[in-house]
């Protein structure tokens, strides 16, 4: 092969390489992908935190605590003679709710003097009744009635529903609304029920979301329960103090949009 030849050949090979490129840019500086230079990695975007799931009972929206000087208490034969002069100068209590009656045959002996004690120095009363799951509806009835009289009321009652009993869930459930419905007819309004959240997640899940609640939870959270239903009062500790008032009291506050109106019977 002459030398003249190669001379040709490589001239020739360094036009087309000339001309390739300019073709290549006059159609947008493409590159052949085969030739084309690797990208980078693509980092991975940063790991969220890890959020905890909420617990199943606890699922609806928090309400929030909004009425801090709006507080009661409830008291029974626990809190023996009670000074409720004393008390009424509290200007945070604004209503007291006294236990009347358990069960089929139980009555708190000290209802009627804190009933009178607690109106005479004008602090708004209601009455609460303690369920057995042991009992008739009927017979639990007809106690509530020979104590509690309505016209002596100032707020909505309250059936306290914190034992679940041997029978079966649905004897249970059937008790229960049994009772309330009594205590509708007798005052015309349907009571508030007292329980705790794991209870009502358990044991009325489904069954009462008509009525509006007081809630038991001795924490810092605000109580939610399973369902969303209307949870007027929380009752946030059993061990307060409260001058006029021998020993530990239960003490609540309304949450949400709720005020003592939302508890008041209508006269």
Not at 26 to 44: C, E, H, R, S, Y
Not at 76 to 99: L, N, P, R, T
Not at 237 to 245: A, N, R
């Amino acid at each position: 092969m002459s030398l003249r030849y190669l001379f040709f050949c490589t001239v020739l090979i360094a036009a087309a390489t000339v001309f390739a490129d300019k073709k290549g840019k006059n159609k947008g500086d493409t590159v052949d992908p085969i030739f084309a230079l690797p990208m980078p990695d693509q980092l991975p975007s940063a790991p969220l935190p890890d959020r905890p799931l909420p617990r199943v009972a606890e699922m609806r929206v928090q309400v929030q605590h909004t009425v801090a000087q709006q507080q009661g208490i409830d008291v029974s034969h626990y809190q023996g003679y009670i000074d409720w002069e004393e008390v009424a100068q509290d200007k945070s209590i604004k209503f007291v709710y006294i236990k009347a009656t358990e069960g089929s045959g139980l009555v708190d002996d000290f209802y009627l003097r804190n009933l009178y004690g607690a109106k005479r120095v004008g602090i708004p009363v209601g009455a609460y009744h303690f369920f057995s799951p042991s009992a008739s509806a009927l017979t639990q009835l007809e106690n509530f009635r020979s104590v509690v009289d309505p016209r002596q009321q100032d707020l909505i009652p309250i059936v306290d529903v914190e034992k679940r009993g041997k029978g079966s869930l649905a004897q249970f459930q059937g008790s229960l609304k049994s009772f309330l419905d009594g205590v509708e007819r007798m005052f015309g309004v349907k009571p508030i029920i007292y329980t705790g959240v794991n209870f009502y997640a358990k044991y009325l899940e489904g069954r009462f979301t008509g009525y509006k609640f007081m809630v038991a939870r001795y924490a810092e959270e605000f109580p939610g329960l399973s369902e969303d239903v209307p949870i007027v009062l929380w009752q946030y500790s059993s061990t307060s103090y409260v001058d006029g008032i021998s020993g530990h009291v239960d003490k609540s506050v309304f949450l949400d949009r709720y005020s003592v109106v939302d508890i008041m019977l209508s006269k």
